[in-house]
């Protein structure tokens, strides 16, 4: 088991800039591939950022491309999103999630969840 605590959420204005904590325990962090989601209210959960367990290769939604940043400290074993020029439509609820060694491509199949952390972006 995998258990996954994100942090850093909160209220910010819009273009303001946010930094999201993933703290994992309990498997081997750098043997898991990590990925961030969000959902927003009366939406489905979505997609924003993945960063492979070799911690070379990321992919992100074209929604945020350009704007958030996934990044993983192994010997921290957290994940890290970083979040710049948000936008209201950033507003959601965002899940970490973690699997083990699957490909970078492979955005539904993840095995582990975080219990969320609120952000809210005013306009």
């Known amino acids: 088991q995998v258990q996954l605590v994100e942090s850093g959420g909160g209220l910010v204005q819009a273009g303001g800039s946010l930094r999201l904590s993933c703290a994992a325990s309990g498997r081997t962090f750098s043997d898991y591939g990590m990925a961030w989601f969000r959902q927003a209210p009366g939406k489905e959960r979505e997609f924003v950022a993945t960063i492979a367990w070799t911690g070379s290769n990321t992919l992100y939604a074209d929604s945020v491309k350009g704007r958030f940043t996934i990044s993983r400290d192994n010997a921290k074993n957290t994940a890290y999103l970083q979040m710049s020029s948000l936008k209201p439509d950033d507003t959601a609820v965002y899940y970490c999630?973690?699997?083990?060694?699957?490909?970078?491509?492979?955005?539904?199949?993840?095995?582990?969840w975080g219990q969320g952390t609120q952000v809210t972006v005013s306009s």
């Open positions: 999630a973690a699997h083990y060694r699957r490909g970078l491509h492979e955005i539904a199949n993840f095995d582990y």
